[in-house]
Every structure is written in C-alpha cells, then in structure tokens.
C-alpha cells in the first residue's frame, strides 16, 4: 500500500513582511496584557489550528525553538508536518524541553508546573505557552493587574481550563522565573506574561 501523502497548507503569502507584522502585534500584546489584538495577516495552516496560532507559531518558531504539541495537536496527521516544513522546530517529546507549546484543547493542559519554568540565572529560558481558547469575547469577565495594566483592566472570555489564573498563580512566588501565556481565539490573541496578576472575576 502507497503511503498516506499529506497536503500541506501554505504559511503567510508574504513571509518576511507578514512575520514582522505578526511579531509586532504579539509584542504590543505582551506589552499590554489583557488587551485583545489582531493578526490581520493572511495565514494558512492546518484545519486543527487557529489562524493565530498559525501565524504566531511561523513567526516565533525556527530550528533552534524547540516545540511541544498537546495530543490533540500530535494526533493531526498535518500539524507535525507542517509545522517542520514551514518552522524547522523540533518537536520535543517533554513538555519541561520546549521554548514553547502548542495546545489545541487546553482543557486538557498537564500541571503547569511540569513546563519549563526557567532558572534564577536564566528565568527567559520557560516554555510559552499558546492556548486555543473558545472566545475572547463573550463568557467569565476576568480583571487582571499588573506592569502594562494602567490599574486593571477587564477581560472577558471563555477558557480552558477553567481554573486558567488559578494555576497560573504559580508564578507569584516563582517570579522572576514563570510561564508567559498567549491567548487565541480565531486571529484574536490576548497575551497573559507572568508578571499579570488576577485581581477578580464574576459572571
């Protein structure tokens, strides 16, 4: 039998320009956590995977990144493929040897302490984590505080896991070490560094 040929989705139609938009907005999102922004860029990707995370992921990732995929990103047969034609990153079996993590189904995300959580000499060497999430616009109002957070700001969305903050208040006592989180929702993405801090919630 003929081995299963994948077809694979093209990246952005201008790379070097689309890459430098993109990074842009995930800079100005890490700037300004809590604030939705939007990758305006046209992207292709796998049917799995979120515009976004398409984009972030040909933007931030190269040969020297090295990458961990949740189980439903491993178990679509075009994600790895695409992935390394396109980024070159190697995809690593131990979540506590990736730079970064792609989760297609974040209600499903291990214990956060089982990421790289950076060293006192080196705390920028921790995984970044990039969540598909159902919606950055409609669900739990969540109100965050912290450096680029003029008092606190409100952000409403509907995540998964819906203990997010709670587990992310690990990296209160961890600081300056911890785990950056990005956020997306279709091309939507909201960036959550280490240093934000949930101040409240409601319905």
């Given at each position: 039998m003929a081995p299963m040929t994948i077809e694979l989705q093209p990246g952005f139609a201008d790379k070097v320009l689309s890459a430098q938009s993109t990074f842009r907005t995930v800079m100005e999102a890490m700037a300004r956590p809590g604030?939705?922004?939007?990758?305006?860029d046209e992207v292709?990707?796998?049917s799995s995977m979120m515009p976004g995370v398409a984009a972030i992921a040909l933007t931030l990732?190269?040969?020297e990144t090295p990458l961990w995929l949740d189980e439903a990103f491993l178990r679509a047969?075009?994600?790895?493929?695409?992935l390394k034609f396109h980024t070159g990153a190697p995809i690593v079996g131990r979540?506590?040897?990736a730079s970064f993590a792609l989760i297609a189904e974040p209600a499903t995300l291990p214990d956060l302490a089982s990421f790289a959580l950076g060293t006192p000499e080196y705390p920028d060497r921790s995984t970044t984590l990039i969540l598909q999430v159902p919606s950055l616009?409609?669900?739990q109002t969540f109100h965050l505080r912290g450096p680029g957070i003029d008092g606190m700001t409100a952000l409403t969305a509907s995540l998964a896991p819906a203990d997010l903050f709670a587990r992310l208040s690990i990296n209160e006592a961890l600081f300056p070490r911890g785990l950056d989180v990005i956020l997306v929702d279709g091309r939507s993405l909201v960036a959550i560094p280490r240093t934000t801090r949930l101040a409240s919630s409601g319905v």
């Open positions: 604030q939705v922004m939007v990758v305006g292709g990707g796998p990732l190269d040969q047969p075009d994600v790895g493929a695409w979540s506590d040897a616009t409609a669900g």
